[in-house]
């Protein structure tokens, strides 16, 4: 299994343009999450979903979308991007168990200038 | 809401020495799980080790064990025989028991393992 993948790795954005990040795991995993995480801080949650269909706002959304068409992907959506929005952001699943862990991307590095 | 304390920004330990990162909560349920994750260099976050609120023996996880307080909202780690590959930011996670199973993350601690 690749686990959770996300794509790009890098990307440079100019104020105003906008972008979608890619998020896809293979585990077969119901939940999954955006999250972002600003120089020297804990991640922030910007959206989430519990299955296909079905998502949810998180704590810090302004700006972003997201949808989930299938169980496998879940991407990301940067509308008019400002500098605010720098920030590493990182994917995540988690799967229906018992279990609460979440399973995290390698992260997406993301710079508006 | 829950919120996440860890109020040790940085800390340094010497290698083979023990070391114990401290994170404090605030929550309103009763079950829940908390989380270590460890974040080096390389930015992806790994899972250190995980403990149920319902469960009163603190989980351990080989190096690493955790002394959860609930009563306090307590839930430290601790790293013994630390090694040069321990060192990375920290991060204590609460896990809500509600249906989105969101995760709250503290600011972190930054680990630095000394030669």
Same mark, same amino acid.
């Given at each position: 299994?690749?686990? @959770? ?12 343009? #906008?972008? %979608? ?9 119901? +939940?999954?999450?955006? $999250? ?10 910007? !959206? !989430? #979903?519990?299955? &296909? ?6 704590? @810090?959304?302004?700006? !972003?979308? @997201? ?16 500098? #605010?929005?720098?920030?590493? +952001?990182?994917? &995540?699943?988690? $799967? %229906?168990?018992?279990? !609460?862990?979440? +399973? ?7 710079? @508006?200038? | ?6 109020? /040790? ?35 992806? *976050?790994?899972?250190?080790?995980? =403990?149920?609120?319902?469960? /009163? ?11 959860? =307080? ?18 990375? *930011? ?11 199973? =969101? ?13």
């Amino acid at each position: 299994n690749a686990g @959770v993948t996300q794509t790009p790795k890098f990307r440079i954005l100019k104020i105003g343009q #906008s972008m %979608t990040l890619q998020c896809t795991q293979d585990m077969n995993h119901n +939940y999954m999450y955006w $999250y972002r995480q600003d120089p020297g801080m804990g991640l922030k949650l910007i !959206y !989430y #979903s519990v299955g &296909a269909g079905i998502t949810d706002k998180g704590e @810090v959304p302004n700006g !972003y979308n @997201v949808s989930r068409s299938t169980t496998e992907d879940f991407p990301l959506r940067l509308e008019l991007a400002a500098p #605010s929005q720098t920030s590493v +952001y990182f994917c &995540a699943s988690s $799967y %229906t168990g018992t279990a !609460y862990e979440q +399973y995290f991307g390698p992260g997406t590095r993301l710079t @508006v200038t | 809401a829950q919120t996440v304390t860890q109020s /040790q920004p940085e800390m340094s330990v010497q290698e083979a020495e023990t070391v114990t990162l401290s994170c404090t909560y605030d929550t309103s349920e009763s079950d829940y799980y908390l989380f270590w994750y460890k974040q080096p260099p390389s930015r992806q *976050m790994i899972l250190v080790i995980r =403990q149920e609120a319902y469960k /009163q023996q603190n989980a351990t996880e080989n190096r690493f064990s955790v002394n959860f =307080q609930k009563a306090a909202k307590s839930f430290s780690l601790k790293i013994s025989d630390s090694q040069l590959g321990d060192a990375a *930011m920290y991060f204590c996670a609460y896990g809500s028991s509600g249906s989105a199973r =969101q995760l709250t993350f503290g600011s972190g601690t930054q680990l630095t393992v000394l030669p």
